[in-house]
């Protein structure tokens, strides 16, 4: 035991009533909705870089947090990974994600830096056999070194795209050993700052090769959990080519293999996407690739990916009811891909951050789950479209010719007559159940 959560107790659910600020008061894991327990519907994960890897900088000024395990090299590395064991321990935390960079500093070669990163996976998983947090996902960190500055697989050099091949070879197989869900490939340097210096077409062969590489090398090791590519449209790039759910889609069908990804939607990203998070999750369930969430929210002023924990539950219910339209996220989970303010310098603050939003999300599960119980939102949607299931419309989308419909139009007098939206209407039946 370390003495950095000195004094904090495990947080339990306490109900909504309770007045103590570190337990939960609406996740309640064990809790049944819709037939599964609350924590099989979330699979809440917390996100190793922000609560432990992160210094607290902004662009105007460096480290705020002072953490013991800063500048320490690996006897830092293995300390920090005993603060985040406890930290998964004293929040109940199924599940954890990390990039090869958050746990151990990097060395002079990909060589060094490996090894490292391995040395402190073999301490994840021997702290995985007496804690009951497994690994959601693993990625490779192929964006903060300065050989990424132009793209990692996208790189007109062809030495980057091999280095972070040796990368994301390395985590793929570590993600494999700890028993990992998913893996993610998140490609902030995969795009451009300016089209004057870039091939985009040689760049987008280059990315679905390294793509393809890497489900090759999954399939070899036996690696069953779904590879994901998490969208998001700019920033730290100008434009990267992962833009929004959409975009990826349109990528993945070009390069044949959208059977084989699936995506991990940001809250944050859609929204610089200039999309609502249910749409993004929408559009990934209209295409059959809903992986997995990151779970945060963006500060609406700043139009910056601040990355804060979500902790409005009326917004997050449009965004469970696609997630249980959609039969759940299967192998995927919620990553809390979120962090404190830097002004929040204490160890509880990383608490209150994941007790906060796990609340929130457990209240917006219950709320969407009240709402398709209830029926009547989805049997007025469904009357919207009713007029489909007469045989005339559905002669349309079966067997008529555009030649065919248009005599029918003549014949029968067809005259659309136009009918609400009801909008209004369903943002009010939807707020009753927040
Ligand atoms: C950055 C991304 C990143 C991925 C993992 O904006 O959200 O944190 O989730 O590389
Ligand atoms: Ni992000
Ligand atoms: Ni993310």
Redesign the pocket.
């Known amino acids: 035991m370390t003495d950095f959560f000195k004094g904090i107790s495990p947080v339990k659910f306490e109900g909504p009533s309770s007045a103590s600020p570190l337990a939960y008061h609406h996740y309640n894991k064990d809790e049944m909705v819709l037939g599964k327990r609350m924590e099989d519907h979330i699979r809440p994960a917390a996100a190793y870089?922000h609560s432990f890897a992160w210094e607290g900088g902004d662009p105007f000024g460096g480290r705020t947090f002072d953490r013991p395990w800063f500048g320490k090299g690996m006897e830092g590395a293995r300390l920090k990974a005993d603060v985040a064991f406890e930290m998964f321990d004293l929040l109940d935390m199924p599940f954890f994600c990390f990039?090869d960079a958050d746990v151990a500093p990097e060395g002079a070669t990909l060589a060094e830096s490996n090894k490292n990163v391995r040395e402190i996976a073999d301490i994840f998983a021997k702290k995985m056999q007496t804690s009951r947090t497994r690994l959601l996902w693993g990625?490779a960190n192929l964006f903060s070194n300065r050989r990424y500055m132009s793209g990692a697989a996208t790189n007109p050099d062809p030495d980057v795209f091999a280095y972070a091949a040796g990368q994301v070879k390395q985590m793929l197989e570590i993600t494999h050993q700890l028993g990992g869900s998913n893996y993610?490939l998140?490609g902030?340097r995969e795009g451009y700052e300016t089209l004057l210096n870039t091939k985009v077409r040689d760049e987008l062969d280059h990315a679905a090769r390294f793509l393809t590489l890497v489900i090759e090398h999954a399939k070899k090791i036996g690696f069953t959990g779904t590879i994901l590519i998490?969208p998001?449209p700019q920033e730290p790039s100008k434009h990267q080519y992962d833009y929004d759910v959409a975009t990826v889609y349109g990528f993945l069908k070009t390069y044949g293999l959208e059977k084989e990804v699936k995506v991990n939607i940001?809250v944050g990203?859609a929204f610089l996407a200039g999309h609502s998070f249910e749409h993004e999750l929408a559009m990934a369930r209209a295409f059959g690739i809903l992986g997995s969430v990151?779970a945060n929210r963006n500060d609406l002023q700043s139009g910056w990916?601040t990355d804060q924990f979500p902790n409005n539950p009326a917004e997050l219910v449009p965004a469970f009811y696609q997630i249980l339209k959609n039969g759940g996220l299967g192998n995927g989970g919620f990553n809390f891909?979120a962090k404190v303010r830097r002004q929040s310098l204490d160890p509880a603050d990383l608490l209150h951050g994941h007790v906060g939003g796990l609340d929130v999300l457990a209240r917006a599960l219950k709320g969407a789950a009240a709402l398709i119980s209830d029926g009547t939102y989805d049997k007025t949607v469904d009357a919207r479209y009713a007029g489909w299931q007469t045989p005339a419309a559905q002669a349309m989308l079966k067997s008529e010719s555009l030649a065919d419909i248009a005599a029918r139009v003549d014949k029968e007098n067809v005259n659309p007559q136009p009918r609400s939206g009801q909008q209004e209407y369903l943002e009010n039946l939807i707020n009753r159940f927040v």
């Open positions: 870089w990039h990625t993610v998140w902030g998490e998001k940001e990203h990151d990916d891909d």
